[in-house]
T-cell receptor, first 114, second 112 residues
Framework: SAVISQKPSRDICQRGTSLTIQCQVDSQVTMMFWYRQQPGQSLTLIATANQGSEATYESGFVIDKFPISRPNLTFSTLTVSNMSPEDSSIYLC???????????FGQGTRLTVV | DAKTTQPPSMDCAEGRAANLPCNHSTISGNEYVYWYRQIHSQGPQYIIHGLKNNETNEMASLIITEDRKSSTLILPHATLRDTAVYYCIAPAGGTSYGKLTFGQGTILTVHP
């Protein structure tokens, strides 16, 4: 198993500002993933973060809005830039299981933009 | 990823078995079926996965039809704490490394 810690667990931010979310894993992992869950909706993959290379973004998500860092095999950050109320969501970090069979998820960061 | 179809909601009485169906008729030969659940305000939790054989663990059983076009997650003795959204996912390729496409899932409500 893997233990994933996300910080902050929740935040209320002013529109136009940026928030950086941290994801720490208790073991080295190759791939880390960032998801968004809008209110009442399912999870949507934002991007895949590989150590030593640029993140790979899914359709509808761009690096300028959601820059991601992956400085080592246990840590990643997601920044939500120039926030608007539409960015109010839960943001979740996940890692793949050893052997590639499924994933573990953090508890998420509940973001409210006012 | 193979498209999966699940009923939007189901009810179950506490102590009874909850049987959650999933249709994945376009699944290919090397695609596993995964089940996750998300309890309110928490991150998704892995439950079980399988390829073609039935699987059982401490949380649930997974029954996969012989043609692999559908599966059923069974919670043998549902409790109130099993109330959650259950997601059936069939990611592309033999190993997903955690890259998952979530559908809308099934909201399971366990009532006293």
């Amino acid at each position: 198993s893997a233990v994933i810690s996300q910080k902050p667990s929740r935040d209320i931010c002013q529109r136009g500002t940026s928030l950086t979310i941290q994801c720490q894993v208790d073991s080295q992992v190759t791939m880390m993933f960032w998801y968004r869950q809008q209110p009442g909706q399912s999870l949507t993959l934002i991007a895949t973060a590989n150590q030593g290379s640029e993140a790979t973004y899914e359709s509808g998500f761009v690096i300028d809005k959601f820059p991601i860092s992956r400085p080592n095999l246990t840590f990643s950050t997601l920044t939500v830039s120039n926030m608007s109320p539409e960015d109010s969501s839960i943001y979740l970090c996940s890692v793949g299981k050893t052997g590639g069979m499924g994933a573990f998820f953090g508890q998420g960061t509940r973001l409210t933009v006012v | 990823d193979a498209k999966t179809t699940q009923p939007p909601s189901m009810d179950c009485a506490e102590g009874r078995a909850a049987n959650l169906p999933c249709n994945h008729s376009t699944i290919s030969g090397n695609e596993y079926v995964y089940w996750y659940r998300q309890i309110h305000s928490q991150g998704p939790q892995y439950i079980i996965h399988g390829l073609k054989n039935n699987e059982t663990n401490e949380m649930a059983s997974l029954i996969i039809t012989e043609d692999r076009k559908s599966s059923t997650l069974i919670l043998p003795h549902a409790t109130l704490r099993d109330t959650a959204v259950y997601y059936c996912i069939a990611p592309a390729g033999g190993t997903s490394y955690g890259k998952l496409t979530f559908g809308q899932g099934t909201i399971l409500t366990v009532h006293p």
